[in-house]
């Protein structure tokens, strides 16, 4: 317990975070639950401690660094196991966070972690995001694998005009990114993952007008 405390204080250090109790006591319950819900549910692949706090908590908390400081509205779309939602939602209680996800066993996971941690601050929200038509949101995150056109075609309806997505993409962004209309503007931030030597490319992309991709 010690190695996975000293890796989960460092981290969010590492990441601005001030690791305080509750925070702390947050994410070993969540690690916890993650664990014994999965062995029913199948949440994630990944079945250590350490890769737990650093492949999923850390690798959302990064998310973070792409979003200015105050009380937005965030949608986490595709959210599974909370990802990248829920540990936003755990260090930014003046985030509003809801949880889009489609699946009846994983949200009923998520319903029991916003009970277990208080997180008044979210809202689990079990459809597809296509059928959400009754929110707006300042800005919608996700590591689902979409395309760059692929989210914006499913889920550029919830974001308000002046709003933008935030996503995780790998080797292919740079083709992503030749594809993309003039209309659509994008900003890459390349990031260090904690406690580690892996890089993350995070883009923010932001629809300039009301014509989305139609091809």
């Not at 010690?2 to 305080?20: A, Q």
């Not at 949101?137 to 689902?144: P, Q």
Request: glycine share 6%; hydrophobic share 40%.
């Amino acid at each position: 317990m010690e190695k996975v405390e000293k890796l989960l204080i460092n981290g969010l250090l590492e990441l601005g975070i001030e690791p305080s109790e509750s925070i702390t006591d947050s994410f070993y319950r969540y690690l916890h639950e993650l664990k014994k819900w999965n062995r029913a549910y199948n949440l994630t692949s990944l079945k250590s401690d350490e890769d737990i706090i650093t492949k999923h908590f850390f690798d959302s908390l990064l998310y973070l660094k792409a979003i200015p400081e105050g009380q937005w509205s965030i949608c986490d779309i595709g959210s599974g196991a909370g990802f990248p939602g829920m540990p936003m939602a755990i260090v930014k209680p003046e985030l509003g966070i809801a949880l889009i996800e489609p699946s009846r066993k994983k949200t009923a996971f998520l319903r029991h972690m916003k009970r277990a941690l208080s997180l008044n601050n979210t809202e689990v929200i079990e459809s597809r995001v296509e059928d959400v038509r009754d929110k707006l949101f300042d800005i919608a995150v996700t590591r689902a694998l979409f395309s760059i056109k692929d989210l914006i075609k499913k889920a550029g309806h919830v974001l308000k005009k002046e709003g933008f997505f935030v996503l995780n993409k790998g080797p292919k962004l740079e083709d992503e990114i030749s594809r993309l209309p003039d209309n659509v503007k994008f900003e890459v931030i390349t990031i260090t993952l904690p406690c580690t030597s892996l890089q993350r490319n995070l883009i923010k992309v932001k629809i300039m007008d009301t014509v989305l991709l139609t091809s």
